[in-house]
């Protein structure tokens, strides 16, 4: 359940805030509504979220922490290390990332990112390339809902996708190729300068591929090679198999 409330929030002040919980954790269990389910018994419901709406008629509402509790509730996870230890996450290409949930510029929490493209991967809301060639075109993935899979050794596997500056994602610092390494439930984004920096800055252009700092790409047994824009917003880039 989601509940928007129409007053000013603040810790410790009469009005609610922003925050998200449980029923059980108040004592009493689950809440048992007057509303009865297809099966006909009353829907019970446990978590729920609430959001300031004070500044709404001015800024809009905070969708981005609402944004982040669905992905939750569908089953992602927040991303907030790497495979190593240290904190990175997904920034602000996901609001699941450590600044996402505060909007595509890390500032404006009534308009979230999109999932990332491995997320969406996981929650079956785009395609993967089925059998890519050694030449590879990837139109953005707001409009063909398509993205690159390639597997990985030890379970692992890369998600690469076109992201654009449309829509939710028209604030976000570049456009180009996101490449994600994915290992069960944990995601972490290649950034193409190499710096490792997304934990402190929440992501920048120069993650994005092409890059003139990467003009190639390895990961895993797969190198990606001569990335160009092409018109219309694809990006095409040769892909070989690497013994």
Avoid: C
């Avoid at 991967?121 to 690159?148: C, F, H, I, N």
């Amino acid at each position: 359940m989601f509940v928007t409330d129409l007053a000013s929030s603040g810790q410790g002040g009469p009005r609610p805030w922003n925050l998200s919980w449980f029923f059980r954790a108040h004592g009493p269990g689950v809440y048992q509504s007057q509303d009865a389910g297809e099966d006909g018994q009353r829907v019970l419901v446990d978590e729920y979220a609430v959001l300031n709406g004070a500044d709404a008629p001015e800024k809009g509402l905070p969708l981005g922490p609402l944004v982040r509790k669905i992905g939750l509730t569908l089953g992602l996870q927040p991303q907030p290390e790497t495979f190593d230890g240290t904190v990175r996450g997904e920034g602000i290409f996901s609001p699941l990332g450590t600044h996402g949930a505060f909007g595509a510029d890390g500032r404006t929490p009534s308009r979230p990112p999109h999932f990332s493209g491995a997320e969406n991967l996981l929650l079956g809301w785009v395609e993967s390339v089925k059998d890519p060639g050694a030449s590879v075109s990837l139109a953005p993935v707001q409009t063909s809902r398509r993205v690159l899979r390639l597997e990985l050794p030890d379970g692992e596997y890369a998600v690469i996708e076109n992201r654009a500056r449309r829509g939710f994602d028209a604030a976000l610092p570049g456009e180009g190729l996101l490449v994600w390494r994915v290992k069960g439930t944990r995601i972490n984004l290649v950034e193409a300068d190499g710096r490792g920096d997304i934990d402190s800055n929440g992501g920048e252009a120069s993650h994005y591929f092409p890059n003139p700092a990467a003009p190639a790409l390895t990961v895993g047994s797969f190198r990606l090679r001569d990335i160009r824009r092409d018109e219309g917003g694809a990006i095409s880039f040769a892909l070989d198999r690497l013994e």
